[in-house]
Antibody, heavy 123, light 106 residues
Framework: QAQLVQSGAEVKKPGASVKVSCKAS????????MHWVRQAPGQGLEWMAI????????NYAQKFQGRVTVTRDTSTSTVYMELSSLRSEDTAVYYC????????????????WGQGTMVTVSS | DIQMTQSPTTLSASVGDRVTITCRAS??????LAWYQQKPGKAPELLIY???TLETGVPSRFGGSGSGTEFTLTISSLQPDDFATYYC????????FGQGTKVEIK
């Protein structure tokens, strides 16, 4: 069955960068778009980015433009999300999530989620 | 940017109640609306996509309807496992979530 396993918790100082990984298994990695979503403590869900693992194209929420970079490694079926210039407001759980599809029809919805990676930004 | 507004923010209900959560889009989004359930400390789980299609394995007491700008998630008979927070979500080049509706025990 499809599974996404994320890297472990991180503690970073303000101004630093963090890179979170998301390893996919149980399905054809290049056939499904991958998204990144974050959730600050006690808050709602916030969409950050999308990558097409097949071609590598990306799109980022305007809020994170210039600070977020999403990449993929097809040899290891892994997607990476790097967020730079960290500030305390970036303290959150970061999730990768696969976009579901039926054949060539995308669902625009996320059917498989990673377990989440807690990123704490503190001096 | 499209904004998604859920109501209510909090809902108090009892086991067996019929529960309805509404999600409104700031502009028409066709039928591209999904619903998720999230429990504390867990990742969200997909319940419904394309406004009304039930994800595999989701109990039939969950139902979705709507199109355009107004959508509804209905739980026909609330079960103990259903006390959680629910989010609506839309994606079209950019993603957006509603602010969430917490369903708590009355």
């Amino acid at each position: 069955q499809a599974q996404l396993v994320q890297s472990g918790a991180e503690v970073k100082k303000p101004g630093a960068s963090v890179k979170v990984s998301c390893k996919a298994s149980g399905y054809m990695f290049t056939a499904f778009f991958m998204h990144w979503v974050r959730q600050a403590p006690g808050q709602g869900l916030e969409w950050m980015a999308i990558i097409n693992p097949g071609g590598g194209s990306t799109n980022y929420a305007q809020k994170f433009q210039g600070r977020v970079t999403v990449t993929r490694d097809t040899s290891t079926s892994t997607v990476y999300m790097e967020l730079s210039s960290l500030r305390s407001e970036d303290t959150a759980v970061y999730y990768c999530a696969r976009e579901g599809s039926t054949g060539a029809t995308r669902w625009n919805a996320f059917d498989v989620w990673g377990q989440g990676t807690m990123v704490t930004v503190s001096s | 940017d499209i904004q998604m507004t859920q109501s209510p923010t909090t809902l108090s209900a009892s086991v067996g109640d019929r529960v309805t959560i509404t999600c409104r889009a700031s502009q028409t989004i066709g039928g591209w609306l999904a619903w998720y359930q999230q429990k504390p400390g867990k990742a969200p789980e997909l319940l419904i996509y394309k406004a009304s299609t039930l994800e595999t394995g989701v109990p039939s007491r969950f139902g979705g309807s709507g199109s355009g700008t107004e959508f509804t998630l209905t739980i026909s008979s609330l079960q103990p496992d259903d006390f959680a927070t629910y989010y609506c979500q839309h994606f079209n080049f950019y993603g957006t979530f509603g602010q969430g509706t917490k369903v708590e025990i009355k």
